[in-house]
């Protein structure tokens, strides 16, 4: 199984709602990351966790939460988001074994519109 | 990681082969480089990598330069599901563990 699977698909959300992100993936990867993705640009890095542990935050406005409960789960709570914030969120995972070689499995993405 | 330059966007005809080229003139000795895709709302695949040798799978090959300054994925006959965007990467060895991604190819390939 090289799934990585994002819950849900669409959301719609204005902006005193609190929502969350799910990510999940049983490939065994230590490593899990979420990214941002504005339309028509590259992905952006927002978080890593390692060994269900926060190692990089880049810069994260804190009305994004991340939370890594356990090491096949990986989740992203979302409250007071401006429509700025209105893009595509991506979770990828990386096994560790392997290095600069290793890959990263990204999941769908989930679509976010903040109105 | 390192900075990578792709041209905005190429055409393709189906069942030709692509050359997507990437110039990465500042690599360091021990960066990878990395290609993924990102079909159509879909999120990015990995496609392939390589260090200093030439390398094939059985999506595409990847041909390295030999001074490592540029590299080329070759589609060998696109299909109408190779249209995406495909990112040439570095991965460097200071440890950071993720990928950051340039803007890009985008490839259209008509039928």
Not at chain 1, 51 to 63: F, G, H, M, T
Not at chain 2, 1 to 12: R, V, Y
Not at chain 2, 23 to 43: A, E, F, K, M, V
Request: proline fraction near 6%; aromatic fraction near 8%.
């Amino acid at each position: 199984d090289t799934e990585v699977t994002q819950t849900p698909k669409h959301l719609v959300m204005g902006m005193t709602n609190k929502k969350s992100l799910k990510c999940e993936q049983h490939m065994g990867h230590r490593a899990m990351y979420w990214y941002k993705q504005k339309a028509k640009k590259p992905p952006e890095l927002m978080f890593v966790y390692s060994y269900e542990k926060l190692s990089i935050n880049e810069s994260v406005p804190s009305r994004f939460s991340p939370e890594c409960p356990n090491s096949s789960l990986l989740n992203l709570h979302l409250h007071a988001l401006q429509p700025e914030d209105s893009a595509l969120y991506l979770c990828a995972s990386r096994n560790f074994i392997g290095g600069l070689r290793e890959t990263q499995y990204f999941g769908p993405g989930t679509r976010l519109l903040v109105l | 990681d390192a900075k990578t330059t792709q041209p905005n966007s190429m055409e393709s005809n189906e069942e030709e082969p692509v050359h997507l080229p990437c110039n990465h003139s500042t690599i360091s000795g021990t960066d990878y480089i990395h290609w993924y895709r990102q079909l159509p709302s879909q999120g990015p695949e990995y496609v392939i990598h390589g260090l200093t040798s030439n390398v094939n799978n059985r999506m595409a090959s990847l041909a390295i330069a030999e001074d490592r300054k540029s590299s080329t994925l070759i589609l060998h006959r696109a299909t109408l599901r190779d249209a995406a965007v495909y990112y040439c990467i570095l991965r460097d060895s200071t440890g950071r563990r993720a990928l950051t991604f340039g803007s890009g190819t985008r490839l259209q390939v008509q039928p």
